[in-house]
């Protein structure tokens, strides 16, 4: 697969059962963009970036660094999906666990682009 289109876009996401921890909330079911709504029907990847950047890289001792990389720490990372719609469209969306400010201290969901099949013809 390789992306045909950036969107980075805020969206609205809902589970079929709430999530226990909403900083570990896991893929949704689906999601809301442009007003329509988008339901997942395969979870085809999963991944994280815990890392820390800038200050925030320089703020812990290289060990709990190291550990932080791997499992995060509050408001720092993006858990990302990649998933396929009941349309048979194909998304990577992720959840930015930074808090966006001391009202909205939970993240949010944005869907970053939209995925298509790798070209098959090589040399064509």
């Not at 998304?91 to 790798?118: S, V």
């Amino acid at each position: 697969m390789k992306p045909i289109r950036f969107i980075g876009a805020p969206v609205e996401v809902a589970f079929d059962k709430e999530p226990a921890v909403t900083k570990k909330a896991g893929c949704p079911a689906r999601f809301v963009w442009r007003n329509e709504t988008h339901t997942i029907v395969e979870r085809l990847q999963e991944w994280h970036d815990y890392g820390r950047r800038g200050r925030m890289a320089r703020n812990m001792r290289d060990t709990h660094l190291r550990a932080a990389e791997r499992h995060g720490s509050w408001g720092v990372g993006r858990d990302y999906y990649r998933v396929r719609t009941a349309g048979g469209r194909v998304f990577d969306l992720y959840f930015d666990r930074a808090p966006k400010g001391t009202r909205e201290r939970g993240g949010g969901w944005y869907l970053y682009r939209e995925m298509g099949e790798a070209d098959s013809g090589e040399g064509a």
